[in-house]
Structures are given as structure tokens and as C-alpha cells.
């Protein structure tokens, strides 16, 4: 018989691994909408209709090339809801003699994956996943060479591997980084122009359907669904970037205005993440956008970073570190979700944008999400996993291989600083420095403490207070705790009772958003 390559929702690309080699004659391609997938967290209704849409599209694509496709739908009454079950029926079905599999994102499905050379009778062959810059074993080499791991200097070799914007060995313009030029604040040149939509075709207009009817008490709205969902529409959306927005998009990556819920920001990490578009071609076109004059260094340099530097390295901790990393709690945080981080019924401004723009779109861009979200989080110190669970449901670009370490490493501490130097805390000056959400503000972001005091103000010294076992010995918190010893007493006292008053009013989520 053939042999059976499973292509999963987030392995969408024509040169993936376990494609590469394989001629249509002598193939069944296994494609799986499996309600399993679809609960162990519970995702954003557009994150399932973004994932359904793109697999049928490029099962329509892979067809054209001459390949034979088993989709296996929601609804088809013999799904038994597994990726497991789907396998093992289809091997029979095709009287298979193998299966080939690219590596999965996803530590939950490798463990499934590995169980399959038990329970299936034919050869189960896994291939690297060869979309990333950096194979795993390179990375896990390059970890244990150090003592500290940091980005910067991963960053560093995957600019020499790839040659993006390198002169020879030296980095163009004599530096790594330029982040220094970039981190401005909301001005009156920012006036961030749209973002490409994409008008649902009668595919997509299908599986909304679905989703809407299989799904209905899932976090989100549908409304609003504009994602690329073919490699077509993604190319388009990142040209439309790279014309638009690349040129701003480092001087306000971390700025926030509120209601415009994009920024100058790509917003390509929904079709990036499940294989719609290559990363190092996105990076080969934002670097010609620099040589050609059209954009400036630190912009180029910027997103350059982010793609071949952070989401790579990332994606190396979370498979370095796993299972541990889902476990992780460095801070002994155990507070529950609050019920407004779904509802975003809250009178803090910066919140309640942050929440409407995640129901709306499944979206929300890098510094609500590390600034607001994440920050919030640590500073109340919510529980991780619960935390990892809500950003795992609610956005359409989240796979636990990217989100985890962000959160649980980047936003949380979690990982006692494996990922980060030390913890992404901040008050709520600095969130009215980078937005404009104070202004529109019940709370006011000058009171220290009190009632209507900004929250993030007492949580961030009390925060400090709380952990300061942890982390009064971390050199690049001096500063901060040198502040808060030189405070009297009745001072500290203030920020921790209005802390506490505050974390008083938290009302925990009352239904179980993320899991059933
Ligand atoms: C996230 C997701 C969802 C909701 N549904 C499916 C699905 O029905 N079929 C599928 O192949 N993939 C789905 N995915 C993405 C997978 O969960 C993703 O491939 C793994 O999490 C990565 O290891
Ligand atoms: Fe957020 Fe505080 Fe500003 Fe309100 S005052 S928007 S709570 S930072």
C-alpha cells in the first residue's frame, strides 16, 4: 500500500518535511478535523474556523498538485475525534504501509506521535520540522554550551546562518540591534493604516457555519473574520505590511492606542504559525524593503529579530524545557482568572481594550499582550497555567510551542528566568507612557494608592513586597528595590492594603472558559 503522511492544522505548507519526498502516486495525504483538537483548551471560535478554513484550502491545493486526499470532516459520522483514531482507521483504510509525519508543534501531540510506533502496526517515521531556522538539535547544542541563556546571542548565529542583513560576517550598519531607535510612544504622526481582509469565501463561509453551530458556547465572536486562509492571501497581507507598515513598525512596536487594534504591527502570525507563509522568505522581503531605501534599519532589523531571533528561540526553550515548563511556578502564583479577562467587563481602560479586541478578532498585538495581559498577570499574581490556558484559547496564532515560554517565561517568571533576566513589571506610568488608554481611564494612573488609584500602581510595589525572597537578589531589580527599602513604613504599608483591597474585588471566571 501507500504511505500515509497526516498533515495536522498547523503544518500547512507545500515544502513541509514529510511532503517533500513523497510522489502523489505513491501517497494518501490524511487530513483530520478532530473535536479532540478542538477541546483540550477550548479555542477562540475564529482560531477553530482559521484552522478548519486553511486545512480545506490547502487540501483543495494539494489535490491540484495530484495528490490523493483523505479529509476527514467535524461532522463526518465515523470521526472518532482523535488524531490517534483518524490514524490507525485510515492506515487500515489504506492498507498503509507507513506513516510519515513532520514533527508536531505541539509536546501533547509528540507524546501521541511516539505512542503510535506502539500501537500501529506499520513503520511511523518523524521528520524535523525544516520551517524553522534552527534545528532542535542545534539548539539544544547551543544551550548546552551555556551557563545563561539569552536571546541576543542565539539572535546572532541565526543572522550568520541565514546572511539576513550581514556584509560579509559583519552585521550591516556595524550593529546587532537597533531596538534603541525604536519603542516610541503614541504621537501625531501615528495614524496606523489598515490591514488587508480577506472576504470569506463559500469555504470559509461553510466551516463558519460549523464552527458557529458546533461551537457556540466557545470564547469570541465570528463576525469580524477577515484572516488570510491560503498562502495566496498571506503573501498578499504581508506585501500589504511591507508597503504600509514596515516603515513605523519599529518606532511603534510597543505603543497602544486605543481601538486601533493593529498598530503598525504585521499581524501575520496567525498564517505565519500554521505554515502559510515562510519565515526566512518574509524576512529575505522586509530586508530588500531596507536595501531598496523604502524602510529604515531599526524597523527592518526589528522584525528581523523577531522572526528568525525570538520565535525561534522560543520554540528551542519550550522543547528544551518541556514538560517541566507547563508546571512552572517560580512565584508560587495561584490566583484564579479573574471573569473580566473573558468578559472584559472592567474599568480598567487598558484591560477592557485589550479583552474587546481579543473577542473581536482573536487578535491582539505583541505589548497589549506582554504589557497589559501579561503584565497584569504577574503582578496579581494569577496562576500560570491559567494564565497559558486563556492565552492558548483566545488567540488565533497561539501553539503551546510559542505561547507557553512567552508566558510562562517572558510575561510570568515562571521558569525562575531561564528565558528572561528578570521579570516584565510595570506600573501604571509606564503603560500611560507607551498608550492612550489613561486618559479614558475610571482609574487615575497619578494615584499611588486608594480607591480609585491605578491598580497597576499598588500591585506593582506590593508585587515587589511579595516576592522580594525571589527576586531582591536580581541585579537588574536593584534599582526598584532600593526605592521601595527606602520608603518608611506606613508608605509600603499603603501599597500593600490598597493591593490587597484591590485583589479583593476579583471576581474569579464563573464557568470554566478554557477547559470543559
Ligand atoms: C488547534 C487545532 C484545532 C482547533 N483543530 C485541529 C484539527 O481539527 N485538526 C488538526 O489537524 N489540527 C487542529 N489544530 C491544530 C493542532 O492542534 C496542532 O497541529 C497541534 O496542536 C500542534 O502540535
Ligand atoms: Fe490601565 Fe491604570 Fe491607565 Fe487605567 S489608569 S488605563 S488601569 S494603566
Not at 328 to 341: G, I, Q, S, Y
Not at 458 to 470: H, I, M, T, V
Amino acid at each position: 500500500g501507500p504511505v500515509l503522511v497526516p498533515v495536522l492544522g498547523d503544518q500547512l505548507s507545500h515544502g513541509l518535511s514529510s511532503l517533500a519526498d513523497r510522489s502523489p502516486a505513491d501517497t494518501v495525504v490524511l487530513m483530520m478535523e478532530v473535536w479532540d483538537e478542538t477541546q483540550y483548551v477550548r479555542h477562540h471560535k475564529a482560531k477553530i474556523a482559521l484552522i478548519f478554513s486553511a486545512m480545506r484550502h490547502f487540501a483543495e491545493e494539494l489535490r491540484e498538485r495530484g495528490f490523493t486526499v483523505d479529509y476527514i470532516t467535524l461532522d463526518d459520522p465515523a470521526n472518532s475525534g482523535s488524531f490517534t483514531g483518524e490514524v490507525s482507521a485510515a492506515v487500515a483504510r489504506h492498507k498503509a504501509r507507513g506513516v510519515q509525519i513532520s514533527e508536531p508543534g505541539e509536546w501533547r501531540v509528540r507524546q501521541m506521535i511516539d505512542a503510535w510506533r506502539e500501537s500501529l502496526d506499520v513503520r511511523v517515521r518523524v521528520l524535523p520540522d525544516t520551517r524553522f531556522v534552527c534545528p532542535l538539535p542545534d539548539f539544544f547544542e547551543w544551550a548546552a554550551g551555556r551557563k545563561q541563556w539569552r536571546m541576543e546571542y542565539f539572535y546572532r548565529d541565526m543572522r550568520r546562518k541565514t546572511g539576513l542583513l550581514m556584509d560579509g560576517d559583519k552585521p550591516v550598519g556595524g550593529k546587532w540591534n537597533f531596538d534603541a531607535d525604536n519603542r516610541g510612544g503614541p504621537d501625531a504622526d501615528c495614524r496606523p493604516p489598515a490591514v488587508a481582509q480577506f472576504k470569506p469565501d463559500a469555504i470559509t463561509r461553510e466551516v463558519l457555519d460549523l464552527v458557529a453551530a458546533r461551537f457556540p458556547d466557545h470564547f469570541g465572536s465570528l463576525e469580524d473574520f477577515a484572516w488570510p486562509v491560503t498562502a495566496a492571501q498571506a503573501a498578499q497581507a504581508f506585501d500589504r505590511f511591507l508597503k504600509t507598515r514596515l516603515p513605523l513598525f519599529g518606532r511603534y512596536q510597543d505603543a497602544m492606542m486605543a481601538g486601533a487594534d493593529t498598530m503598525y504591527h504585521a499581524v501575520i502570525s496567525p498564517a505565519l504559525n500554521i505554515g502559510l507563509i515562510d519565515p526566512v522568505e518574509m524576512c529575505r522581503l522586509a530586508e530588500t524593503e531596507w536595501r531598496e531605501g523604502r524602510a529604515p534599519i531599526e524597523a527592518v532589523e526589528g522584525f528581523i529579530r523577531q522572526v528568525i531571533g525570538w520565535r525561534e528561540y522560543v520554540r528551542g526553550i519550550y522543547w528544551l524545557t518541556m514538560p517541566d515548563l507547563a508546571q512552572a511556578n517560580e512565584l508560587d502564583a495561584t490566583r484564579p482568572l479573574p471573569e473580566f479577562w473573558w468578559t472584559g467587563e472592567t474599568q480598567m481602560a487598558c484591560i477592557a481594550d485589550c479583552v474587546r479586541t481579543t473577542r473581536k478578532t482573536a487578535y491582539a498585538h505583541h505589548i497589549q499582550r506582554l504589557m497589559v495581559m501579561g503584565n497584569f498577570a504577574l503582578l496579581a499574581g494569577l496562576s500560570p497555567q491559567d494564565v497559558a490556558d486563556w492565552f492558548l484559547v483566545v488567540y488565533a496564532d497561539a501553539f503551546e510551542w510559542v505561547e507557553l515560554p512567552n508566558v510562562a517565561g517572558m510575561a510570568l517568571f515562571a521558569d525562575g528566568g531561564k528565558l528572561a533576566s528578570k521579570p516584565y513589571a510595570a506600573s501604571g506610568a509606564y503603560i500611560d507612557r507607551m498608550s492612550n488608554y489613561c486618559g479614558q481611564c475610571a482609574y487615575d494612573v497619578k494615584k499611588k494608592v486608594g480607591k480609585n488609584a491605578c491598580p497597576f500602581n499598588a500591585l506593582y510595589w506590593d508585587f515587589l513586597a511579595r516576592n522580594e525572597d525571589k527576586l531582591a537578589g536580581n541585579p537588574r531589580l536593584a534599582n526598584p528595590y532600593a526605592t521601595w527599602r527606602r520608603m518608611n513604613a506606613d508608605k509600603q504599608a499603603e501599597y500593600c492594603d490598597s493591593a490587597a483591597a484591590f485583589l479583593q474585588t476579583l471576581q474569579p471566571a464563573r464557568k470554566g472558559w478554557a477547559r470543559g
